[in-house]
């Protein structure tokens, strides 16, 4: 399974893709400055919402549709890594 984030002008998209590359499901929310704060819940509501363990994540993919984004890429980015660590190391 993957976990897709689009960085779009006024609002981020997470979808979740089965191995066959097809959504299951997505969440999209308008960006109010607060990513850092939202964005570990927004995947954590969506793998629950769908039964899906993190664990069972193999890829997250971040996807930039504006330019200048760099820093919600470097949230984003941050926050997969962040979760990979994790469950390396619990693992």
Not at 8 to 33: A, G, H, P, T
Not at 41 to 68: G, Q
């Amino acid at each position: 399974m993957r976990i897709n984030a689009t960085i779009e002008e006024n609002r981020y998209v997470l979808q979740l893709l089965n191995k066959n590359e097809r959504v299951i499901d997505f969440l999209c929310w308008s960006d109010k400055m607060n990513l850092s704060r939202v964005f570990l819940k927004k995947i954590i509501r969506l793998t629950k919402k769908n039964r899906v363990p993190l664990d069972k994540i193999r890829e997250y993919k971040i996807i930039a549709s504006v330019p200048l984004s760099y820093t919600s890429y470097r949230i984003i980015k941050a926050t997969f890594e962040g979760i990979k660590s994790a469950l390396k190391f619990f693992n």
